[in-house]
């Protein structure tokens, strides 16, 4: 695969090939953070430790993608000049879930329960590295560095799938992207979260 | 050899002055506007001509390119555009 497709695939693929391939990802990362304790709760966010029935651990990926898939969506009607499918803005969106199904095993490791077992009720002042476990700080570490490319791919991927299937002059992509983005971080996690869990 | 549509001095549209017969060397002298399309650039106007040959499908013409649909919708939006821009220029 060259450097090109890696981050955009989306001149290749799209429309309901993509759609399956990411519904496919999003049921398989569901599955495995129910087991892993690990959870999708917003647009590019993923964090573990939360114990929750598998129905909630499948829906939030799910959930994320069709509040990216409505929102772009919309903007995409009002704002493109071209003959947009719905099929393409959902289906690109869904395959650019993709990246982050590996991160649904992060939950598996042991280390960042241990870790945080440690810090849990100490001052953050007085925290001093000697406190900490070696092992497990670096493998937090890797984890955490394996979680933000993972994110950042998959943030690439968003990007360039809104922006194929929607085909919009560049000055509207950009402000679209980057409110989709942060709202997408916020309401998902806020419905699920209180609506749901509570 | 790629067809120059540009002045290299000052950058006007170039128009055909002589078009000759390969097989008795005949020679017309003019001053021909050139076709619209012979202003894209050779991919473009290969993109063209996939186009008419799968009969204006857009579907057919993602699969024999190996592109996705909006990849080629894309395209084509584009090569809209720029006829548009050339029509408006005339």
Redesign the interface.
Known sequence: MNTNLMLNP??????FK?LTAGVIGMLVAGYISFYSNTHFDGVLNIHSGLIAPMWIHLLWPFANVAFLGIWFTLFGMVFS?????II?IFG?QAFAFLPLVPASLMGFSKSIERLTEKLIGIDPKAIRMDMLPLNDLLMVMVIGLITITLTVWSGIWIYNGFK??A?LPHKRVIPVFIIGIIMGMILPKYVIGHFLLN | MKLPILCPSCQSKLKVKTLSCEQCLTKVDGNFKMPVLAGFPEDTQQFIIEFVKNSGSLKEMAKTM??????V??RL?EII?TLKTIENEH
């Open positions: 989306f001149t290749k693929i799209a429309g993509a000049q071209s003959k947009i499918r393409d690109t194929e299937s085909n | 190996s592109l996705s649909y909006p990849t919708r894309n939006d555009n």
